[in-house]
């Protein structure tokens, strides 16, 4: 089962358990306010993996930036416009965006990296530094990890599926080999109705 065939089977289910988590993530909130604080008159930011919710993209929008929401999975981007009919979303390959060179201000990827293999990653974080203008600004969130490999599907929708995550090391060393400086690191333990692995959240700056 590829990734845009996994997300089109779950992306129903995940909508319904997902849809408000954000109501219960202060932590997660405070990261967004901070990010979206940083711009002024520019202000464009793709958020990508919007998933079926585009919850990211619709608080994103609520301070004030233009988002455009991406995501692999055609079920995905068709959930997201019925819930936010106002906000844009377009089906694509994070990997291989169809967007011009430096034609961002912004990008969020919250925990989108871990169905690529890691081998994969310095590519798809090359196409991110790719979509964005200089000095341009990287929201990076990630479940830390020690490596790849296949775990119980924890959404049931088939017996295993592909996990990649990478250590917080390995995370900054990823952001600095392929076009980024570092510019903040938060690190939080999960909440009560996570899985039980700590949250990675960096921002960087696009070279």
């Known amino acids: 089962m590829t990734v845009t065939d996994y997300w089109d089977a779950v992306a129903q289910r995940y909508l319904d358990l997902f849809r408000d988590e954000f109501d219960d993530k202060p932590f997660d909130l405070a990261i967004l306010r901070s990010f979206a604080a ?35 999975s055609h079920k995905c981007v068709a959930l997201a416009k019925t819930e936010q009919p106002d906000l844009d979303f377009q089906v694509m390959d994070m990997a291989k965006m169809s967007f011009p060179d430096k034609g961002f201000d912004g ?32 929201l990076l969130v990630a479940k830390e990890g020690d490596g790849e490999g296949w775990i119980d ?31 903040d690191c938060q690190v939080r333990k999960p909440h009560a109705q996570e899985i039980d692995v700590r949250r990675i959240y960096l921002t960087a700056i696009r070279i």
């Open 38 to 72: 940083h711009f002024q008159q520019t202000r464009s930011i793709v958020d990508v993996g919007c998933g079926p919710c585009g919850a990211l993209s619709r608080i994103l929008s609520g301070y004030g930036l233009t988002v455009t929401g991406i995501d692999i």
């Open 107 to 138: 990008l969020v990827a919250y925990y989108v990296l871990h169905y690529t293999p890691i081998s994969d990653l310095p590519g798809v974080i090359r196409e991110f530094a790719r979509v964005l203008k200089p000095g341009g600004r990287l």
């Open 153 to 183: 599907d924890p959404m049931g929708i088939t017996d295993q599926v592909f996990w990649s995550a990478p250590s917080l090391a390995d995370l900054q060393n990823l952001l600095t080999d392929n076009g980024f400086t570092i510019s």
